[in-house]
């Protein structure tokens, strides 16, 4: 981090030695503005809602980064950033240690930020995997194995598979009327890309004598091909 890095006493948003003190400052003002926002009262609200965004602060930090609707990637992407440990939540010491790193402390650098992360998943391969892999865990409910298969085409239009795999629609409507599916797990997942990436559009680059979870090779065989 350089030969001028001291570790910081409070906080970690000292990681970045290029943030002087009127950064830090702007920075803590950033956060304070997503943290307390839709809050009613005009004192110190610390105490009454955490160091925590969420709610009308998640809300308006979507808003602030472009979205528009449901299906846009923002909120999601920013969580992966972040390393966000909680569903639609950012604690403080995510917030700032990954702010600081990107040597951001307004907006204009907030949006700037997004905006590289965002092409850094449309043009790098291992990055979007990365993402991707992610957002499994994410939006799963805590200690379970699967992600129900509602969550999972939800998740598949924010991650735009369909832009990417014109069979998306087939397979969407593979899951939903089969009632034995009620979830996916993280092997299948993850195969789905390998599907996309190995047999893309043409069902007849499938090869059956590949090891494949029974539900995508199942779509495949009886649907598709």
Known sequence: FGRLFRYPINGTFGLNPTLNEKDKKNLEQLYRIY???????????????GEIIQGHGVLKLSSDLGAQGPEDPQIV????????RAQWQFYKDE??????????CNKTDLIKSYNKWLSEIQQDEDTFK???????DYLKVSQATVLAVEEAITAWKILGIPEKWSVFQKWENYLTTQKTIKGLNMDTWMMLLTLIDKVGDDPNNFNDSDCWPSVIEDFVLDVWK
């Open 77 to 84: 992407l920013f969580a992966w950033k972040l390393s966000s």
């Open 130 to 136: 990365s993402w991707y892999s992610f957002i499994f």
């Open 95 to 104: 917030f700032m240690t990954t702010m600081a790193l990107e040597g951001v």
């Open 35 to 49: 943290q307390t926002a839709g809050d009613t009262n005009t004192e110190d609200t610390t105490d009454i809602i």
